[in-house]
């Protein structure tokens, strides 16, 4: 079992940054690959960024290529997004998710633990 908690959300005006972070109880966390996904109101969730359980590999999607991050501390127990150049419809709730038995994933299916969401709102 693990639960993870995000923190970092928050009120930014466009082109600014956030750093979301997630704290994952328990002491597999290091097997596991993780995810941040994102949901707008109306919309489904969709997926940001993932990273494997070494922190070797990464995917984003291509709305936020080049404008965040992904990275682990597994030491920490903790996996970040760092975001830059933030836009409006970056507006969300940020989700973050652990899957435990693949080298990483793009899709909502596939993880099997889920944070609580953390909201980010970018002004224009």
């Known amino acids: 079992q693990v639960q993870l908690v995000e923190s970092g959300g928050g009120l930014v005006q466009a082109g600014g940054s956030l750093r979301l972070s997630c704290a994952a109880s328990?002491?597999?966390?290091?097997?596991?690959?993780m995810g941040w996904f994102r949901q707008a109101p109306g919309k489904e969730r969709e997926f940001v960024a993932t990273?494997?359980?070494?922190?070797?590999?990464?995917s984003y999607a291509d709305s936020v290529k080049g404008r965040f991050t992904i990275s682990r501390d597994n030491a920490k127990n903790t996996v970040y997004l760092q975001m830059n150049s933030l836009k409006p419809e970056d507006t969300a709730v940020y989700y973050c998710?652990?899957?435990?038995?693949?080298?990483?994933?793009?899709?909502?299916?596939?993880?099997?633990?889920w944070g609580q969401g953390t909201q980010v709102t970018v002004s224009s």
């Open positions: 328990g002491r597999t966390f290091s097997s596991y690959a």
């Open positions: 998710a652990a899957a435990k038995t693949l080298l990483y994933s793009v899709h909502v299916r596939e993880y099997d633990y």
């Open positions: 990273i494997s359980w070494s922190g070797s590999r990464t």
